[in-house]
Nanobody, 124 residues
Framework: QVQLVESGGGLVQAGGSLRLSCAAS????????MGWFRQAPGKEREFVAA????????YYADSVKGRFVISRVNAKNTVYLQMNSLKPEDTAVYYC?????????????????WGQGTQVTVSS
């Protein structure tokens, strides 16, 4: 079992920055693919970013490329999402997820464990 707890969400003005954290417990996540997804009211959960466990390759949705950075500190069993130049359309609940088997990063069903989410609200 892997428990994931997100933190760092909040209210920020457009153009601002936030850093989300995802702290894992129960198992070491260093070999897992870790992803961030988001879900706005009335919309489906969508892929934001992911990072592989082995080579650390990163992936981003086109909508956040150049603005968001995903990283991991294996010694802390933690994954981060640095969000810069935030826009009102980034408003959503952000979820951290763990994929134990290195499957397709953009697919929700690839992930085995999920956190409870953290709210990010960007005001215009």
């Amino acid at each position: 079992q892997v428990q994931l707890v997100e933190s760092g969400g909040g209210l920020v003005q457009a153009g601002g920055s936030l850093r989300l954290s995802c702290a894992a417990s129960g198992r070491t996540i260093s070999s897992f693919t870790m992803g961030w997804f988001r879900q706005a009211p009335g919309k489906e959960r969508e892929f934001v970013a992911a990072i592989r466990g082995s080579a650390g390759r990163t992936y981003y949705a086109d909508s956040v490329k150049g603005r968001f950075v995903i990283s991991r500190v294996n010694a802390k069993n933690t994954v981060y999402l640095q969000m810069n130049s935030l826009k009102p359309e980034d408003t959503a609940v952000y979820y951290c997820a763990a994929d134990l088997f290195g499957r397709t990063v953009v697919v929700v069903q690839s992930y085995d464990y999920w956190g409870q989410g953290t709210q990010v609200t960007v005001s215009s």
